[in-house]
């Protein structure tokens, strides 16, 4: 069984960076694509941004030009580089494995939280 885990949330200023890692329990390669959505309070999850097993990115609109993910096949691991970090991304952080329309498959960790302060 697929398991996830994420870390490397924490309380950041407005303009600052954080990155995110997410450990999966099995080679990522063969997991073909995972990915990070997020959960703003009060507001429904969404898509955040996502990777192949060929390195091939794609990225909500909101976090373009900011936010990177990147893997590492050798360490089953993803990460999420996040700059220029604004209050409106606060939310709780999640990675997934990323199926069919970047619709997130049932493989859900704790989550790591993000904090931007203005």
């Known amino acids: 069984q697929l398991q996830l885990v994420e870390s490397g949330g924490g309380l950041v200023q407005a303009g600052g960076s954080l990155r995110l890692t997410c450990v999966a329990s099995?080679?990522?390669?063969?997991?073909?694509?995972l990915g990070w959505y997020r959960q703003a309070p009060g507001k429904q999850r969404e898509f955040v941004a996502a990777i192949t097993s060929g390195g091939t990115t794609t990225y909500a609109d909101s976090v373009k030009g900011r936010f990177t993910i990147s893997g590492d096949n050798a360490k089953n691991t993803v990460y999420l580089q996040m700059n220029s970090l604004q209050p409106e991304d606060t939310a709780v952080y999640y990675c997934?494995?990323?199926?069919?329309?970047?619709?997130?498959?049932?493989?859900w960790g704790q989550g790591s939280q993000v904090t931007v302060s203005s």
């Open positions: 099995r080679s990522i390669f063969d997991i073909k694509a």
């Open positions: 997934n494995k990323v199926g069919v329309g970047l619709v997130p498959h049932n493989y």
